[in-house]
């Protein structure tokens, strides 16, 4: 661990963001019999992923908000909730608003619930 190639690594390694960490770490277990071929792989996906300027939007939709949260809701109490943080969600969008539909509300319900077990 004292030699500068690897503590410079290291150190740079935690400087990416989460989403560069695990595309690191995915390119590297691709590489597993060489390092080398890893390490340069791995940069240059790294690389080309800035190159791409990703943005995503941190927030996550309400019904992940929602089950990320550990907040407890019956259908009844979510069909009420859902079209509200869905307007204020989605407020910052440049082409008209659309409120979602029954079956969409009952479909992010589904996903709510699915979803309440992925956040721990």
Do not use: C
Not at 11 to 20: A, K, N, R, T
Not at 68 to 82: N, R
């Amino acid at each position: 661990m004292n030699d500068p190639t690897t503590i410079e690594m290291y150190v740079q390694f935690w400087m990416l963001s989460d989403m560069e960490k695990v595309l690191w770490a995915a390119t590297m277990a691709r590489h597993v019999d060489d390092a080398d071929g890893g390490v340069a792989a791995a940069d240059a996906q790294i690389s080309r992923l800035r190159e791409l300027a990703v943005t995503r939007d941190q927030r996550l939709e309400p019904e992940f908000e929602a089950a990320k949260a550990g907040i407890e809701m019956t259908q009844l109490e979510f069909s009420v909730w859902y079209p509200i943080q869905h307007r204020l969600h989605h407020r910052y969008k440049r082409a008209g608003y659309v409120a979602p539909a029954a079956d969409q509300v009952r479909e992010a319900y589904e996903r709510y619930a699915r979803s309440r077990s992925d956040f721990w």
